[in-house]
Each structure stands twice: as structure tokens, then as C-alpha cells.
């Protein structure tokens, strides 16, 4: 091929080992051409020479990488579905309890170690053999000597040496009614005696000592056919402690047991919801007849609403010119009725901003009175049992 006239001839070719030295023409430093095994050598040395100048920590090997474990998750949706079947099991749970169980059933159970803890939880000083009979009832023993029937033992070991509570529980009941009734004549002189045994046989009643026994923990220990303990059986166990304690302690002991947890189930609670009482106006126009005064008169005093869907009357009851009571109601009837009921309050002393129960220690009398009361509850029980 030939070439353009004024163009320079082509570099000749030089072998790379006789290249020289030359200077580039954009930098003045100059540029060594020499052979690849010979740079990478020289890169080398220079890295070893940087290196050294840092220290010698850097010339030691890299140690060996930690192996850590991975950490094994549960899918997420693995983990939905367990915190859904959590919330299924909690929704059955309070839709379909499970059935109760008896204390002695479950594990760290001492039956006689319980029995002498009630004494001192109570703070009160019982006879273990009495109080271990006060636990027993009757059906708990007619259960368990046919459990023994069944297993096929001979009639001389079926019967269990075990007495039930009964006459303690009579005893326990009529000291127990005597004692209230005593207190509620001192405190409440002005009620009358239908009044007075209403609020005894509301203080006495299955709710109410069903409601204190369950809290002083007796029905754990209370042995019985049937578990939870019928409120029957319940309330003749407690009765049955009570005349436990009587003998173990005296009337004294008793009648402050009685007064601490029968006595303090009155409070919140008004009159007429232990006393029911059919006709309130007629037992008012008795009252007054005794006290020697005149027959209330009824009158409209207030009333709001009376157009509307709820509305409201006050009705006051007027003996000799003098406002007795006054009672609100959705009707006049209804008013009237209600003011009879404010007035019989007033007339009892049961209002709601009465004198609160003397809890102090008791008259001088007072042991006397027990004493007495103690000896016709044994004379009560004694007979019973005949």
C-alpha cells in the first residue's frame, strides 16, 4: 500500500524488553515499559514494604470466620395459626368451663394440716376432734360405705368409725338465732318482733351463710357426697362449726364470731330487702295506732313528666297537719307506697343515715345473757336429738 505523500513513516517495532524510557506527552513523569512478571512483582514488594511500615500486626493471618448458626424462624404463618387455635381454646374455656375440683384432689394437700390452720386463721381456738366432726355430714358417710359395699368388704368393715355433725349443727343453729336475735332487739328496740325474726332468718338464710362459709374457706374442707357442695349441706356445716366453736371456746367466743361475719352482711343493705312486707300502708296505720296517733294522709306534693313516658311523683304522708314522710314513684300508688315504706323507716330507726353497729366490747350483762343463751341452745339440741 503505498503512502500519502507528506505523512510520517510508521514506527518501527521495538521488542518490549528494548523499550526505553520515554515521557509522555500529556505528564512529565516518566513511564517504565517493562514486562507484566515484572510489574506484578514490583506491586507485590510494595505492598509487603506498606505493611511493614503499618506493623507487624498486619502480617498475621486473618483468623478463622465465627460460624454462627442461622436462626430457625417459624414460618409466619405457622405462628398465625397457633395464636388462632390459643384463642379457640380460651373461647371454649369460657363457653364450656371445666367442671370443679375438689382441693384434696389436686396436688399439696394435708388434710389435717388444713384443719388446724382454720382455727388459727380465724384467730380462734377450736377442738381439732370437734371441728373434724363439724366436717363430716351425713351423706359423705352413707357415700362411702356404699363405695365399700361395692368393693365387695364384709358388713363388719363397711361401716366407718365417723360421726356427722348433726348435733352440732342443731346446736350451732339455735345459739345462733338466739344470739342474733338478742343483738338486733339492742340495737333496733323500736322493731317489732316480726321484724326482728325476718332479719334473723335473712342473716341465717342459705344465701347469706353460704356466702360467708365459701369465704372462710369452708367448703374445701366440708366432706361431702357431691361436690360443689350443696348450699344445704354448706349451710349445716358452717351451723356445725359454730357449735364446734361454742364448746370449744364459750358463748363469748361465739357470739363475737357471729357478730363479725352474720352481723356485717347487714351492711349496705336496707330494710325492706331482708323484711318484705306486702302491705306497707296498712302495718304504718297500725304503727301510728300504737303511738297513739292519727291516720296519715296522702297528698300530691311534686310530680314531672306526668305527659310523658317517664314520669315522676312525689307523694307525702301528713299526720296532724305535720309531713311524715315523702316518697318518689313512677305512679301515685306507687309513691304512696314508697313514702309508707320512708316513714316505717323513720319509725324503726333502720334509716340510711343511722347510727353505724357498735363494734366496741359489749355491756357489762352481756356474759350473762350468753351464758343463758348457751345453756337453751344445749337444752334445744339435746332435746332434738331425743
Known sequence: ??????????????????????????????????????????AMASSLVRLARQGPRYLVAPAAPIFVPPIRRLPKDFRIA????????????????????????????????????????????????LLKTAFVNSCYIESEEAKRQKLGLEKEAVPLNLKDNKELCEQGMSFSQTCLTQFLENEFPDLPAEGIKSLVDFLTGEEVVCHVARNLAVE????????????????????AVIGALLQSSGPERTAL?????????????????????????????????????????PRLTRQSGSTTALPVYFVGLFCDKKLLAEGPGETVLVAEEEAARVALRKLYGFTENRRPWNYSTPKENWKAELSYTAREAAGHSSLSTV
Not at 513513516?9 to 513511564?31: E, F, G, I, Q
Not at 380460651?90 to 375438689?102: E, G, Q
Not at 382454720?118 to 376432734?129: A, M, N, P, V
Open 1 to 42: 500500500m503505498s503512502r500519502p505523500l507528506g505523512a510520517a513513516p510508521p514506527p518501527a517495532s521495538v521488542h518490549p524488553a528494548h523499550r526505553k524510557r520515554t515521557l509522555c506527552s500529556c505528564d512529565t513523569r516518566p513511564v517504565d515499559f517493562l514486562p507484566p512478571f515484572s510489574a506484578s512483582f514490583s
Open 82 to 129: 397457633v395464636r388462632f387455635q390459643k384463642e379457640l381454646e380460651r373461647r371454649r374455656l369460657l363457653r364450656w368451663p371445666p367442671p370443679p375440683v375438689r382441693r384434696s384432689e389436686k396436688p399439696n394437700w394435708d388434710y389435717q394440716a388444713e384443719i388446724q390452720a382454720f382455727g388459727h386463721r380465724l384467730q380462734e381456738t377450736f377442738s381439732i376432734d
Open 220 to 239: 374445701q374442707l366440708t366432706l361431702s357426697a357431691d361436690f360443689p357442695v350443696p348450699p344445704l349441706v354448706l349451710q349445716r356445716t358452717f351451723f
Open 257 to 297: 364470731f357471729i357478730r363479725d361475719f352474720l352481723i356485717t352482711q347487714m351492711t349496705g343493705k336496707e330494710l325492706f330487702e331482708m323484711w318484705h312486707i306486702v302491705n306497707p300502708m296498712g302495718l304504718l296505720v297500725e304503727e301510728l295506732k300504737k303511738r297513739n296517733m292519727s291516720t296519715p294522709e
